[in-house]
């Protein structure tokens, strides 16, 4: 099966008075369709500068300044065509024929992510309205038929509510309805739950896991919260510092982690089988400001497994080291790493 | 939204009944009244009245009455649609301003017109383009028509007119149609004079008006509704137009309220320097002959327009921002 999206050696950077910052600096990885891919990190890791560079969102002072974006783009006539998303132009039509209609989001903020003096109907129309071909009565029904999809209390009379009046939970199906109005292959949650409350928080969970199902779609489910990925993510990526340190089916990730960074992540986890008392392990240090960056692998002042005169004279590339991992460490590459500056 | 605009609607009269004793009692203030300055003025110009004339002349205008007498014979004068007499011009007042009122309104509603017409875009391309040659342009311009006193640009503009082509721009109608009837040609000679001094008066507030909106949009630019809408395909210009420069507006069209009273007051330098027919020149003369009928007749007009401009301003509001709506 070929990935429907492919992100090879993607670097978006900021440039900044200061500085530049390299909020995404070297990420690889695929999405299959059908596939729900988690990408986790700390906070400040690049997670969304990542996925707003596949939507091409990044407003200056960033730009995307190397790698790609390979998606299976559906054209006009129906054809399937491989486009590299990295070469369009951001504002141009082809890509705003990709957001909305092929890739939707789903973004952090539902509450500031819908105009507080428009209603919800006439934003969930408007979505419809711009990708397919039917006039306002069709498009009011199509959005009616998402809002009840998503488990909203009456339909018709939410089209007329505003964004404020409604709870946490709502708001945030409100939003899954507009994000799935033109029935996207690729949908990217980026921390969709972590404004609500935690029971909200499992039924949107299971929401968008139907959906998933029903509409047969790829998502790309942001989150710093180990937990979320276990219970909704078919493949992990494992990101630190704008890089990929670990990826691979969840399963391995959680019980045969081989990145030092992803082993240390998985040790903060508080578990019950812990013996009581027992301190809960945390990451020494703390991650570093983004204009003074580690030379090297990003990780290596952290690092328990820390070699000096390699971990921080080359960056390790992001390989695979058996059929279904890949890991980016010293550890388990003693190929030619990518030289600092190259 | 109806009932909102009835429940304000039935406030008015108990708001101008409250602004009509205000300005009965601040015009009374300064010691003397009319007659004490007639009185002087005749003594200037070497004459005197005796005794037996200024009584006659204080009962012949109700100045020999209580203060609540005086302050009820006015405001019932009023209702009944009779605002009296000014003392210094010995005219009856409405037909004083009838004519300056409405030129007033008209200059005013102009002066709008270009400054919001002009703001808007400006505030909006500053915005969108922000550090573009184009953007600090604008920033220069703004500078300069917020600094520039408007009596000034109009000082400027008249000497430029004046020495160049030899024309001059003052007074909203040429020589043969000042006292001249209403009619069509009236109109059009209105019209080509009336753009001036309402472009004149525009400038300040579209450089305000324009930092402002420049401002308000800049931080609504910066929304996760703004990214949302682009993340569903919009166009750039079209999500701009719909959703951060309608919350970008919103702040502005509350300052309607004070609008239409601050033109009047803030254009009487200007409207002097051009001798513009407007109210402002005559409530200043009023104000320093002691006229106080006339002089409270036009602060209580200042205080119905104020009224209105803030209802009209609240209404729009109310129609613009459905959070707003909802509170009322
Ligand atoms: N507009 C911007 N200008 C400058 N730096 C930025 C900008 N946007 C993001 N960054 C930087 O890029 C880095 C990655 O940010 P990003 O928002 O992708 O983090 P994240 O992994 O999504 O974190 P969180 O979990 O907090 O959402 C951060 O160091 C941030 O400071
Ligand atoms: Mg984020």
């Known amino acids: 099966m070929t990935p429907l999206l492919s992100v090879r050696n993607l670097k978006t950077h900021f440039f900044l008075d200061e500085g530049v910052v390299k909020a995404v600096d070297g990420v690889d990885f695929d999405v299959f369709p059908g596939q729900v891919v988690g990408i986790v990190g700390e906070s400040g890791c690049g997670k969304s500068v990542t996925i707003k560079s596949v939507m091409q969102l990044i407003q200056k002072p960033g730009r995307i300044i190397d790698g790609q974006i390979l998606f299976r783009h559906h054209d006009e006539a129906g054809r399937e065509t491989i486009i590299d998303l990295a070469q369009l132009d951001p504002h141009g039509k082809t890509i705003r024929s990709i957001r909305g209609a092929e890739i939707a989001l789903i973004p952090q903020e539902p509450m500031a992510s819908f105009s507080p003096v428009h209603t919800i109907g006439d934003q969930i129309m408007e979505a419809i309205l711009l990708h397919l071909d039917v006039d306002e009565e069709e498009a009011r029904r199509i959005a009616v038929e998402r809002l009840h999809e998503v488990g909203m209390p009456n339909p018709e009379q939410r089209l007329n509510a505003y964004s404020w009046e409604l709870s946490g939970g709502l708001r945030q199906r409100a939003m899954i309805a507009m994000s799935l109005a033109c029935n996207p292959r690729l949908l990217i949650a980026d921390e969709p739950t972590t404004a609500i409350d935690v029971t909200t928080q499992a039924q949107v969970l299971n929401l968008l896991l139907t959906l998933q199902k029903q509409h047969n779609m790829a998502i790309i489910f942001i989150t710093h919260d180990l937990g979320v990925i276990a219970q909704i993510a078919d493949f992990v990526v494992v990101m630190y510092l704008g890089r990929v340190m670990e990826s691979g089916p969840v399963e391995d990730i959680f019980f045969n982690p081989q990145h030092p960074y992803t082993k240390a992540l998985l040790e903060s986890i508080p578990s019950i089988y812990a013996p009581a008392g027992k301190r809960l392990p945390t990451i020494e240090g703390s991650i570093p400001h983004p204009f003074s960056r580690p030379s090297g692998c990003p990780f290596h002042p952290r690092c328990k497994a820390f070699m000096p005169g390699v971990c921080n004279a080359a960056i390790p590339k992001l390989k695979a080291i058996n059929d279904r991992q890949s890991v980016s460490c010293f550890l388990y590459d003693h190929a030619p790493a990518i030289v600092e500056g190259s | ?328």
């Open chain 2, 1 to 328: 939204m109806t009932q909102y605009i009835i429940k304000r609607l039935l406030l008015l009269p108990l708001l101008l009944f409250i602004f009509s004793v205000f300005a009965f009692f601040i015009i009374q203030a300064p010691p003397g009244d009319f007659v004490t300055s007639y009185i002087a003025e005749l003594a200037a110009s070497g004459s005197s009245m005796d005794q037996a004339q200024i009584e006659a002349l204080r009962e012949q205008y109700g100045l020999d009455q209580p203060l609540i007498v005086q302050y009820f014979r006015w405001v019932g004068g009023m209702l009944r649609g009779d605002f009296g007499v000014s003392l210094d011009w010995k005219r009856p007042i409405m037909e004083l301003i009838k004519e300056r009122l409405l030129l007033t309104v008209l200059l005013g509603a102009a002066t709008f017109i270009i400054s919001w017409s002009l703001a808007i875009p400006i505030g909006i391309i500053s915005a969108t383009k922000q550090y573009s040659f184009i953007d600090y342009f604008f920033t220069v311009f703004n500078y300069l028509g917020v600094a520039t006193p408007t009596f000034m640009t109009a000082l400027v503009l008249m000497w430029l007119a004046y020495s160049y082509f030899g024309i001059s721009v003052t007074g909203l109608f040429s020589p043969e149609y000042v006292d001249a009837p209403w009619s069509l040609a009236r109109v059009i000679d209105l019209l080509k004079h009336l753009w001036l001094p309402a472009l004149i008066l525009a400038l300040d507030g579209t450089a305000r008006l324009a930092r402002v909106m420049r401002a308000n949009l800049l931080d609504e630019l910066n929304k996760p509704y703004v990214e949302m809408a682009r993340a569903k395909g919009m166009s750039e210009w079209r999500l701009v137009l719909k959703y951060p420069v309608h919350l970008a507006i919103n702040p502005l069209v509350s300052t309607i309220g004070w609008y239409l009273p601050m033109l009047f007051s803030g254009s009487v330098i200007v409207a002097t320097v051009l001798n513009l027919p407007t109210i402002g020149p005559l409530l200043l003369r009023s104000l320093t002959n002691q006229d106080m009928f006339l002089a409270g007749v036009i602060v209580l007009i200042y205080c119905f327009l104020a009224i209105i401009g803030t209802l009209i301003s609240d209404v729009l509001l109310a129609w613009l921002d459905p959070r707003i709506r909802m509170e009322a």
